[in-house]
């Protein structure tokens, strides 16, 4: 018997249809059978893990992930057991540490050796470095702090010196007033830095904690770029351009910005040396498979020689919805077909 293409979903959730299932699950599953693909949809319950686990073994050549993080309560238990099909011959899409490694805030620090990221982006895993490199960072530019979770802007601080430190200083002292607006609503709120760290902690601790530290670019005003990729095919550019207000940075929908799709022929500088990037993108991140469905965003930046540049933001390919465009379901299983294709060569 031919074997099956699986999506994984979770019952329950925000992103779901009246019929239960994502909005843009059930046009991919029915784009692979219009193609002679069988495909089916199967809901990831902890308590039927190992039942699961046995059946996709048997029955599947491929799993699509279509899980928002945000719905999935046993994630470390979904990404083992994604892990073991990996290791049993199924194919991932993604792989569960390339969803890890492309869709964690920290692969800015990872990148840095790219013409993505600044070389003054930094990771902190503990309270200690932290507080250790803020001061310093926050005293060389005005800087924007990111936390691993949450979504929509949540936990995401641009940080600014309310009085500019005097020459010659080289770290801000804990007692400077900082001015503190976040890129969930563009709401903004005034601290001391010590108190203002000593609030971040909460961001640091617990599973996967951290706090990525970028300097702020200015120029996100004038909006902030995502590539929607199909594994290495870009398929468009959203222009998120943020609400024009003095203190707005954010470009998320509930903030106010303002979205448009253009092609990727539109942002060709952008897009060709991103994709000549990713060689050395994939190299970084563990050598794994390119996801799926991913995206890429970015914020535009002036270089030395005074020339426009992109520099990368945060990329996701957890569960990246295309429910606004349903027609790329079929472009989707192209892609899947090819996975399977290439896979099934190599393995032969």
Request: net charge negative; with cysteine.
């Given at each position: 018997m031919e074997k099956k293409v699986i999506f994984f979903e979770v019952r329950g959730g925000t992103d779901k249809g009246p019929d239960g299932y994502r909005k843009d699950t059930m046009p991919m599953v029915n784009a692979l059978q219009q193609r002679g693909q069988d495909a089916e949809v199967i809901f990831f319950d902890v308590t039927k893990k190992e039942e699961i686990f046995n059946y996709v073994k048997e029955q599947g050549i491929a799993y699509v992930s279509r899980i928002n993080p945000g719905n999935l309560q046993h994630e470390k238990e979904y990404f083992d057991m994604l892990r073991e099909l990996c290791n049993a011959g199924v194919i991932g899409m993604p792989h569960p540490d390339a969803m890890i490694g492309y869709g964690s805030k920290d692969v800015l620090s990872k990148l840095t050796s790219t013409n993505l990221v600044p070389d003054d982006t930094f990771a902190y895993y503990t309270i200690e470095a932290f507080k250790a490199q803020f001061p310093t960072s926050l005293a060389m530019t005005e800087r924007v702090l990111k936390q691993n979770r949450g979504s929509t802007g949540e936990g995401i601080w641009r940080v600014k010196l309310v009085e500019p430190l005097a020459e010659g200083i080289k770290e801000v002292p804990l007692d400077a007033e900082i001015k503190c607006t976040e890129a969930k609503d563009n709401h903004v709120e005034y601290w001391k830095l010590s108190e203002f760290m000593t609030f971040c902690e909460q961001y640091i601790t617990g599973l996967n904690?951290?706090?990525?530290?970028?300097?702020?670019?200015?120029?996100?005003?004038?909006?902030?770029?995502?590539?929607?990729?199909?594994?290495?095919?870009?398929?468009?550019?959203?222009?998120?351009?943020?609400?024009?207000?003095?203190?707005?940075?954010?470009?998320?929908?509930?903030?106010?910005?303002?979205?448009?799709?253009?092609?990727?022929?539109?942002?060709?500088?952008?897009?060709?040396?991103?994709?000549?990037?990713?060689?050395?993108?994939?190299?970084?991140?563990?050598?794994?498979?390119?996801?799926?469905?991913?995206?890429?965003?970015?914020?535009?930046?002036?270089?030395?020689?005074?020339?426009?540049?992109?520099?990368?933001?945060?990329?996701?390919?957890?569960?990246?919805?295309?429910?606004?465009?349903?027609?790329l379901a079929h472009q989707v299983a192209e892609e899947i077909l090819a996975c399977i294709h290439e896979n099934t060569e190599v393995s032969a």
């Open positions: 904690g951290m706090l990525i530290d970028m300097r702020f670019l200015p120029r996100i005003i004038e909006g902030e770029i995502r590539l929607f990729m199909l594994r290495d095919k870009p398929v468009h550019v959203v222009h998120k351009k943020p609400a024009e207000s003095e203190d707005a940075f954010s470009a998320t929908l509930f903030s106010g910005a303002q979205y448009r799709y253009d092609a990727p022929e539109d942002w060709e500088e952008l897009v060709q040396n991103f994709l000549t990037q990713l060689p050395l993108v994939t190299s970084l991140l563990g050598n794994y498979a390119l996801p799926l469905i991913w995206t890429a965003d970015f914020m535009l930046d002036t270089n030395e020689a005074g020339e426009d540049c992109y520099i990368l933001g945060e990329m996701n390919c957890s569960c990246v919805g295309f429910t606004s465009e349903l027609s």
